[in-house]
């Protein structure tokens, strides 16, 4: 019967057992074990559509699908179609809102995990976004003032109008009055 100590011994450094990991926060294991368990088998390929859904970022499949057949998505420099298949090491560029998202594949999921763990499945290699414009939202009043009078709302009309929103110089209001 070998001791305990001699176990120890023959579970050294060579022996392919991984030390466990120094405090790592629960939530975040147990997300991560979900990521493994949402990765596809052996052999198995990944769909960019699927992928760039499942790591959050787009917010639904059917945009991811719609990125790709718009032009809106590259994978290693080329445009690809929804089913293309995603390997580790691939750069993927994810043109939206006027901004392009870079990043470099490092785990391949299939199913849409937290935020927390999607962030593990890739390498962001994004320039920052653009500064948003600041303006006064149009048409917003204060609490408590009322009902606009028909010069507010003339006013409102104008500034949707100036925004390609609404009714501009001469048009008839909705109601037909």
């Not at 199913?111 to 939202?137: H, I, L, M, T, W």
């Not at 917003?140 to 390609?164: A, Y």
């Amino acid at each position: 019967m070998a001791s305990e100590a001699d176990e120890e011994k023959k579970a050294g450094p060579g022996s392919g057992e991984q030390p466990a990991p120094a405090a790592v926060d629960p939530a975040i294991a147990a997300a991560v074990a979900a990521a493994e368990a949402a990765a596809p088998a052996s052999g198995e390929n990944v769909r960019i559509d699927s992928w760039i859904w499942a790591v959050r970022l787009i917010k639904t499949r059917s945009l991811g699908a719609a990125a790709c057949k718009g032009g809106h998505v590259h994978v290693n420099g080329e445009r690809v179609k929804p089913a293309h298949s995603v390997r580790i090491g691939d750069e993927v560029r994810v043109r939206q809102e006027g901004w392009e998202r870079v990043v470099i594949v490092k785990r391949l999921i299939r199913k849409r995990v937290g935020a927390p763990v999607a962030a593990q499945c890739y390498v962001d290699n994004s320039p920052p976004p653009p500064p948003r414009e600041a303006f006064a939202p149009a048409g917003i009043r204060d609490r408590g003032t009322g009902r606009p009078t028909k010069r507010d709302r003339r006013d409102m009309e104008r500034l949707r109008g100036m925004m390609g929103g609404g009714a501009g110089p001469g048009a008839k209001s909705p109601r037909g009055r």
